[in-house]
């Protein structure tokens, strides 16, 4: 029997997967993949109809759900009948002018200018060299970017030297010179009697002194997110991003607010710099602009950082030849259309309560250590010693998270990540179109599977 779309049956996709489709992180010496058909709400379908909720949102990104694609689909459609594409090298097109003004229209402060790109690791690049090529037209040359630790940027030659995991990068160096990388914000395994202030401030120094030691001069920007996904949604104490603004102000450094994740409602907010009041000179965006239903992406810059370019004989030396298409400019457009008409971003904070409350519940299980996050990104921190936080070593590690954890939680229709970048996590950001059932239904799912994991290894 043959699949819909496809004309091919079950078995002739696996052959089909097996003999020619290489996936992304993924290792292509294991099990078949499923083969994912069919989405609606928060729901996926496989080829052999089993469904799971999808606690991932894709990955951070399908921030409407999977029911739009009629509507999307037909102003994919009247755009490919008006304009199928053109580019934005010296041109312009009415989908991309009009998605920039509305992207400016919501992004905090005077965040104004929108460069586009076909996602988040362009995204990133795009921002390095634009900080790098801004402070040469004014007369300085700055190269290094700060990131950090553990922290997820992409992974183009670029956005990867700014990634803090050192195990991503290793097989790739030598890298792009020159990145720093500072400590983040997790606090879980930080001394207990430590204020939130001091930890700040202990943060805040780690960040000048490594810029003094680098060299202010040679510094171009700074990257962060505003709540760190990889090692597990670490938010930001108290007076942080404060502090950090005002750091780079002080050395004339860029402050890169990466929110290829955060933006466009995932923290409750259209960008996670206004929830944090954090003031960044550009902003990486991608993944939520378009809820994911187009390969799109923007770097955002404040008037001031366009203000170098803005001479007749000067310009920014750097293109995309998919960035701003037409297509994906209309399909992130009606994207935006869709969350205002659903007060999609105002949803996510009326619930947000109700989502941590459902989810603390899991940290009455011995193996759940801590539960972090805001808005619609969460997770969950697994130890082997609750009193005293002792994590899993490596093997131990790779026995739970992929051995165990993967598998069960497939098998019980649940897709979330068991993430083990850091201390061992698992990741929980849904589309922002669930609500109380389906948080009910990850928190007994995860309940279920976890309380079994526990039973494995005690």
């Known amino acids: 029997m043959s699949l819909p779309q496809t004309g091919r049956s079950l078995e002739e996709l696996q052959r089909a997967a097996r003999d020619h489709l290489w996936l992304h992180f ?147 160096e030598p890298l792009v010179p020159d990145t720093l990388h500072v400590r983040n914000t997790n606090r879980y395994h930080r001394p207990p009697e430590e204020t939130e202030a001091q930890f700040t401030a202990f943060l805040l120094e780690d960040l000048e002194s490594a810029i003094v030691q680098a060299g202010p001069e040679t510094v171009a920007v700074v990257v962060m997110e505003p709540v760190q996904n990889a090692g597990g949604a670490f938010t930001p104490p108290a007076g942080y991003f404060q502090g950090v603004r005002e750091i780079c102000d002080r050395y004339g450094i860029l402050l890169c607010a990466d929110e290829v994740i955060t933006a466009f409602g995932r923290l409750g907010h259209w960008f996670g710099s206004e929830k944090y009041d954090i003031r960044p000179d550009l902003i990486t965006s991608a993944k939520g602009l378009s809820s994911a239903y187009a390969a799109i992406g923007a770097v955002i810059a404040t008037d001031h950082v366009i203000e170098p370019f803005m001479d007749e004989r000067t310009m920014y030396a750097h ?31 009326e619930h947000e309560d109700v989502f941590r409350a459902t989810l603390e519940q899991l940290l009455d299980l011995p193996i759940v250590g801590d539960l972090r996050g805001t808005g619609y990104f969460w997770a969950l921190e697994l130890v082997k010693d609750k009193e005293t936080r002792a994590t899993f070593d490596e093997d131990e590690s790779e026995t739970l998270l992929r051995g165990f954890l993967s598998q069960q939680l497939f098998e019980h229709g649940l897709i979330c990540r068991a993430d083990d970048r850091g201390d061992p996590v698992v990741q929980i950001s849904p589309p922002l179109v669930a609500g109380p059932e389906e948080f009910d239904e990850i928190a007994g799912i995860l309940g279920e599977v976890l309380a079994e994991a526990w039973r494995q290894i005690s």
């Open 26 to 172: 993924t290792r292509m010496g294991g099990s078949e993949p499923p083969i994912i058909v069919r989405g609606d709400g928060c729901y996926l379908e496989d080829a052999n109809g089993k469904r799971y909720l999808d606690a991932l949102a894709g990955l951070f990104a399908v921030q409407i759900g999977y029911s739009y694609g009629d509507e999307i689909g037909q102003a994919a459609h009247e755009q490919m009948r008006e304009l199928p594409f053109y580019t934005n090298w010296s041109y312009a097109h009415p989908r991309a002018i009009e998605l920039a003004a509305e992207v400016a229209s919501l992004a905090p402060g005077d965040l104004n200018r929108v460069f586009f790109v076909s996602g988040g690791s362009e995204a990133i690049e795009s921002a390095w060299k634009l900080a790098r090529q801004y402070h040469l037209a004014r007369g300085e040359r700055r190269w290094k970017a700060v990131g950090r630790r553990l922290a997820y940027h992409g992974t183009t030659m670029g956005a990867l030297s700014i990634n803090g995991i050192a195990d991503l990068r290793a097989p790739f």
């Open 319 to 349: 293109g995309i030849t998919f960035g701003g298409h037409p297509v994906m400019a209309a399909i992130a457009l009606k994207n935006i259309e869709i969350m205002k008409r659903e007060r999609i971003v105002e949803r996510v904070r």
